[in-house]
């Protein structure tokens, strides 16, 4: 699976637009971007993916460059609630269970979400 | 909207005792999972299920069970509760096309005394 770098922390005032980098350079073709946020002390929350076209849903848009060595995740319009910590996964989509299943959090980035 | 949800936000337990940990997801899903979830280790696989009554180990299966007898029910068990089992550990389901879509319950936090 390609590895992905994430600025380990980030500041955003709140009621403007998040905007969380991740580089994975060495992506393939078939790997998908993941996103996932967790918030202290609570289980890990998916949030968007994507494969090479832009995509939006009621949490956050996914904008991935061209040549898919990069990506954004954007909250729109961020509020308390989203300080949390992000990840961004890069791995091929599998319809069958194994060890495949296993998705490897690294140390994202931390967003803490300011008054 | 998905719902996985755990028996116990909050588990005490004494070393040698059993312990059992419930999950259940409401949307009809394939696969479901356990993770423990330490600080510096990130997430690690215990053990998954991709259909009833079929399991599959993780990355770290020893020390721990796991029972899936109702599609919307997945059962971590601790056999003999040990220090070291002392985590979070988070429960999840996929669905079947793509599971890295994962969605995960609260966590239950167990202290293993």
């Known amino acids: 699976d390609a590895k992905t770098t994430q600025p380990p922390s980030m500041d955003c005032a709140e009621g403007r637009a998040a905007n969380l980098p991740c580089n994975h350079s060495?992506?393939?073709?078939?790997?998908?971007v993941y996103w996932y946020r967790q918030i202290h002390s609570q289980g890990p929350q998916y949030i968007i993916h994507?494969?090479?076209n832009n995509e939006t849903n009621e949490m956050a848009s996914l904008i991935i460059t061209e040549d898919r060595k990069s990506s954004t995740l954007i909250l729109p319009h961020a509020t308390l609630r989203d300080t949390a910590v992000y990840y961004c996964?890069?791995?091929?989509?599998?319809?069958?269970?194994?060890?495949?299943?296993?998705?490897?959090f690294g140390k994202g980035t931390k967003l803490s979400v300011k008054p | 909207d998905v719902k996985v949800t755990q028996s116990s936000r909050y588990l005490v337990k004494r070393t040698g005792e059993k312990v059992f940990l419930e999950c259940v997801q409401d949307?009809?899903?394939?696969?479901m999972f356990w993770y423990r979830q330490d600080p510096g280790l990130g997430l690690r696989l215990i053990y998954f299920?991709?259909?009833?009554?079929?399991?599959e180990k993780g990355d770290i299966p020893e020390g721990y069970s796991v029972s899936r007898e109702k599609k919307e029910r997945f059962s971590l068990i601790l056999e003999s509760a040990s220090t070291n089992q002392t985590s979070m550990y988070l429960c999840?389901?996929?669905?079947?096309?793509?599971?890295?879509?994962?969605?995960f319950g609260p966590g239950t936090r167990l202290l293993v005394l």
């Open positions: 999840a389901s996929s669905l079947y096309v793509l599971q890295e879509t994962q969605y």
């Open positions: 060495t992506i393939s073709g078939n790997e998908y």
């Open positions: 994507g494969l090479k």
């Open positions: 996964i890069v791995r091929v989509g599998r319809r069958y269970g194994g060890s495949q299943g296993n998705l490897i």
């Open positions: 949307m009809d899903h394939e696969n």
């Open positions: 299920s991709y259909d009833v009554k079929m399991k």
